[in-house]
């Protein structure tokens, strides 16, 4: 079967899915504007796209699309229209459990600085702006005996929770299905109120956008500190980026945006936000996965066998 590959994928990964199918791969590694999706789609039995990828209801209803397979690099689809696809009998898969442990570690690494004010102090120095040692410099905020608040309770989630678990924090959580374990908070308002570290795990799309809004803000805590790892829709940046300034809450850790790669001008001036570039599962171990996974799903399906990991 032939197969289009959205971006270059590392090395094993290509080697593998060369090995199994007659694979073309984006040989200039940008992102694939429209018209190169369509002809995916018309060219290609199988497309394997990444998150840079708009998969819109258009695309999927193509006349003349011969793709049945999107195989996607990446756990969430937000970017995928899984509505169309079903309708038009096209089937998708994803790669859940390759980054778990990878958007776990930054949630904790995004926790860390932003509560230790690690990003604020390496500018500082790297400016030459440290005046040296002295005892109430850059004071930030323990995570030991605080309150994680989890807002979804999926793999990464509870990746995230065991983590700070170990840091010594009380962990909490809240899902649109009760999850019946222990920490679970009835609504999502009462978890931001207890919450000293509120993180996000809920996939994007319509039914997220701006779950946390200025009046969700308004809950937090004045000390609390807002972590991203999910998807940049989820927050309202505007309302966050102001909540940052009045220091209505204390701090946040980004690694994902509501237009990637445009970041609000307004959160970029804000010394106590972290931001990173979508860095979530940004490992060799884990991209590498990632791809094993894509290939495993696009492998089973040209054998008629049962699919790993199918969400349409
Ligand atoms: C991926 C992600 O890098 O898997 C996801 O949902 O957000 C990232 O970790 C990206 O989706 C690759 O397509």
Same mark, same amino acid.
């Given at each position: 079967? #032939?197969?289009? !590959?959205? =971006? ?7 080697? =593998?899915?060369? #090995? ?11 992102? =694939? ?12 039995? *199988? ?9 819109? *209801?258009? &695309? ?19 970017? @995928?229209?899984?509505? *169309? ?7 998708? $898969? ?5 980054? $778990?442990?990878?958007?776990?570690? @930054?949630?904790?690494?995004? /926790? ?26 850059? /004071? ?10 989890? !807002? ?22 809240? #899902?649109?299905?009760? #999850? ?36 969700? @803000? $308004? ?14 829709? !989820? ?12 220091? =209505? ?24 936000? !972290?931001?990173?570039?979508? &860095?979530?599962?940004?490992? @060799? ?6 791809? /094993? ?20």
């Amino acid at each position: 079967p #032939s197969l289009y !590959v959205t =971006r270059r994928l590392p090395g094993a990964v290509e080697a =593998r899915l060369t #090995s199994l199918f007659d694979a073309s791969f984006n040989p200039d590694d940008a992102p =694939r504007t429209r018209i190169e999706l369509e002809n995916a789609m018309r060219e290609h039995d *199988a497309i394997l796209p990444t998150i840079t990828d708009r998969l819109d *209801a258009d &695309l999927l209803a193509l006349p003349g699309r011969r793709a049945r397979l999107i195989a996607n690099f990446g756990a969430g689809v937000d970017h @995928i229209d899984l509505a *169309a696809a079903q309708a038009n009998g096209v089937v998708v $898969t994803n790669t859940p459990d390759a980054l $778990t442990d990878a958007t776990a570690d @930054i949630a904790i690494l995004l /926790m860390l600085m932003a509560a230790r004010r690690a990003g604020e102090g390496e500018r500082e120095l790297r400016a030459g702006r440290w005046a040296g040692w002295r005892p109430t410099h850059m /004071m930030g905020q323990a995570m030991g005996g605080k309150t994680l608040g989890l !807002v979804g309770y999926g793999r990464i989630a509870r990746a995230t929770g065991l983590r700070a678990a170990a840091f010594g924090m009380r962990v909490i959580h809240h #899902s649109r299905r009760p #999850s019946g374990e222990p920490g679970y908070v009835d609504t999502l308002e009462t978890l931001a109120e207890e919450a000293d570290i509120l993180s996000l795990h809920v996939p994007g799309g319509a039914g997220t956008r701006h779950l946390v809004d200025a009046a969700l @803000i $308004t809950r937090m805590k004045p000390s609390a500190i807002l972590i991203n790892t999910a998807r940049g829709p !989820v927050v309202d940046e505007a309302a966050l980026a102001s909540a940052l300034r009045g220091g =209505r809450i204390a701090a946040a850790g980004l690694d994902v945006y509501e237009r990637e790669p445009a970041v609000h001008p307004d959160l970029l001036a804000c010394e106590n936000a !972290v931001l990173l570039p979508h &860095l979530g599962s940004a490992t @060799i171990e884990t991209r590498t996965a990632m791809g /094993m996974q894509a290939a495993d799903n696009l492998e089973a399906f040209f054998t008629g066998r049962e699919l790993p990991n199918r969400v349409a």
